[in-house]
């Protein structure tokens, strides 16, 4: 198994923030106006994880499993469909709040 660095989890970890627009429900003024993660990511995607739907972080739960079962991306994506639907709903949902900001 490859070991990462700090570094590779933390940008991981706001590139999957950024995947389901975490920023929308974070409290940093300079993530809300970026509309992408400008802070921690990983202490971010931990706080407000659970403030997702609940599709949303099953997609999570899902490609945990799938990185642990060896899958590829495609191969996770194909398995967790209506999961990774539900991620794109709510960055619809999400698009639609600053529209209507």
């Known amino acids: 198994m490859t070991q990462h660095t700090t570094a590779e989890i933390a940008a991981a970890a706001r590139d999957y923030g950024n995947l389901v627009c975490i920023w929308r429900l974070c409290g940093n003024t300079a993530c809300l106006r970026a509309r992408r993660c400008r802070g921690d990511g990983l202490a971010c995607l931990g706080r407000c994880l659970p403030l997702l739907p ?7 739960v899902g490609l945990g499993e799938a990185q642990e079962a060896g899958l ?3 191969e996770a994506l194909d398995d967790l469909w209506e999961e990774w639907q539900a ?3 709510w960055n619809a949902v999400v698009a639609e ?4 900001a």
């Open 97 to 100: 709040s600053i529209t209507s």
């Open 54 to 60: 609940e599709p949303v972080r099953d997609f999570f």
């Open 87 to 89: 991620v794109g709903e």
């Open 72 to 74: 590829t991306w495609d």
